[in-house]
């Protein structure tokens, strides 16, 4: 009997008649209120309520590693507004792939039904509003994993009426109440949060000795180990948080000035699960150095500082001044010695607002990023400090005069003037120094970063010491301006001279920009520099006092707004693309996945392909191949490149540029040679399609 109901069963399921329940293959979403009804000037809570097949999870804010938690994109009526999104505590689970199995990592996720994140929402409070319904409408994604990962998305939206007095809705109040039971709950402990190089240190002052702890942080800076514990300091708990630079896809971590979290432990009375507010990070007190292991520190820095005066970067700044005093030989001794305390001061103002910052974000714990020379890592500082140097040279080299003031090579020493232009060379000498870490500077400055305040300033003072000492001794004793050569005509020689040192300054600075902006835009800087260079020519030619005073203000206007164009061209920083390298193999391998291929043929040398770059890829164009899952490829020639030349025959094409779209299914379209950004969307939005997700 029994042999013969399991066979009636299975004909049945195989026939169709009776089948099992189909299994959940992705997520349920929905937006649910707390309230049937609203009031003006009422702010009710709302919740994005997500549903996952089993075996799968979602993330918090921070995931623990690359994931995605999610997010929400609001479109509300005129007047409402959102708040933060509300994270209930995730669990703590080890992920399928470990990078270090001796310090293994964990997520943080929310699993099956456990993914309901409360955002309240505020009414306007407009009488006027009541009897109408409005709609709070939002596109939700998400990301779920198991062994594998995909992306999901919703749009949703509920409709709510306006009334004099709001409703809540009590079949509602059981799913909002364990929502807000499941967050973290406000502590009265207080904590404190110490940077100490790699690692911080979170302070818990108020607990009673915790068994067991894990912080759940909010920032992902923080290693999320598997393995953490407190131990006790006094009358404090102490959790030891290891940081970290980037993430296991090589993304940089959020910099953060502040620690925030989940902090679960547990006691005891039992296990606890508290809000860690956001905590400032500061650094460990250092401590000050013995005098003996201090001497050689400064000392380091004032010779480290004295033999700046012969690096690249500075030589031309105090060679200027070196001509000076030539000019001056002979002359009122007092005045020699205003501009060389003039210039010391300069030196020494621009070293401490350079240290002063340096020390400040030492104490912000972020100077782990920072070193001596870090304003260079500000691509408008090297811009600013290129064409500087650049307008400098042209000015020595004779394309234009702006008077001696600017450089104080000339004849106004006796004036207030020039000790204004010799204070701003002492401040240009330290800004361009400081990338140039000369014999002995590295690890006097090393050690000196470390120094306790009154230490850390002493230390760069010496430095500053050291670089304006060769000047303020010629000042102070000026009978060694005697053994200078007198002044004559083989100035303005040695002046031209100087000013290919002021050029090779700003090419060194130019390469330092072209790192820092992405290489398929560096044609920018080179035009800006062009163009300052017909600025300073057109000045130069037509300002002078032999010319009409209308065609003096037409050509400084003109060379001004020259001027100020190319350098804001030239300042232009646009986020360009990611291109892989191409291969054959490579495309056929993102075709065979349904993914259309976007392969550019260029070199360095093809001047339309670079045209191409800085004015077909425009931000829209960008986020639309990202839209559409295009993969750009780049083929670069500028080396010879057989398996280049082969595809390039296959494409019956000789010159570059040749762009090429490659969408599975169908021929390969190339583009025309010079390319606009409008083709390039209309192009894309033709051809390809949004992927499924």
Known sequence: MRLLSFFLLLCLTSSGQFLPLKKQTSSSAELVSEVKS???????SVALALSHPLGWHSYYRNPGGIELPPTLSWKLPPGFEAGEMQWP?????????????????????YSHDKGFFLVDITVPDDASLIGQNVTIAAEASWQICQK???????????TLPVVATSEVDPAMQPRFAAARAAQPQPSSLEFEAISEGDTIQLRIAGASVMQQAHLIADQNMVTPLASMSARQDGEVQVIDLKTRQELFSGAPTEKSRELSGILRYRDADGERVVRVPATAIT????????????????FGMFLGGLILNLMPCVFPVIGIKILGFVQQAGQDQRKI????????VGVMVSFAILSGILFTARQAAVSEDLGWGYQLQNPYVVL??????????????????????????????????????????????????????GPFLGAAIGAAIALPALQFFLAFGCMALGLATPYLVLSLFPNLVKYLPRPGAWMETMKQGMSFLLFATAGYLLWVY???????????????????????????????????????????????????????????????????????????????????????FTAKWCLTCQVNKSQAYSEEVIALMKERGIVPMKADKTKPDPAIEAKLAELRRTAIPVNVLYVPGQEPIITPEVLTSSYLLELFREKTSVPAK
């Open 38 to 44: 609203v009031q003006p000037g009422q702010t009710f």
């Open 89 to 109: 505590t995730p669990e703590i689970t080890e992920p399928s792939f470990q990078m270090d199995e001796s310090a293994p990592e964990v997520s943080y996720t």
């Open 148 to 158: 594998s990962c995909k992306n999901e998305s919703a749009k949703l939206s509920i």
């Open 283 to 298: 650094r460990a007190p250092a401590p000050a150095l013995p005098m003996g292991q201090f001497f050689p520190v400064i």
């Open 337 to 344: 010695v205003l501009h060389g305390l003039s210039f010391t």
């Open 384 to 437: 600013g400090l290129m064409m500087l140097m650049f307008a400098m040279a042209l000015n020595l080299f004779g394309v234009f005069e702006i008077g001696t003031s600017a450089t104080s090579v000339g004849g106004k020493w006796q004036s207030q003037e020039g000790l204004a232009g010799t204070f701003f060379s002492g401040f240009l000498a330290t800004v361009v120094a400081t990338p140039c870490s």
């Open 514 to 600: 072209t790192g820092l902006i992405d290489l398929d835009h560096m044609l920018q800087p080179i035009f800006g520099l062009t163009g300052v260079a017909l600025a300073a020519w057109i000045y130069g030619r037509w300002s002078t006092l032999a010319q009409p005073l209308r065609t003096r203000r037409i050509a400084a206007a003109l060379a001004l707004a020259l001027a100020v164009g190319s350098i804001g061209y030239a300042a232009i920083i646009k986020k360009g693309i990611e291109w892989e390298t191409w291969s054959e193999e490579r495309v056929d391998e993102l075709l065979e996945e349904g993914k259309p291929v976007y392969v550019d």
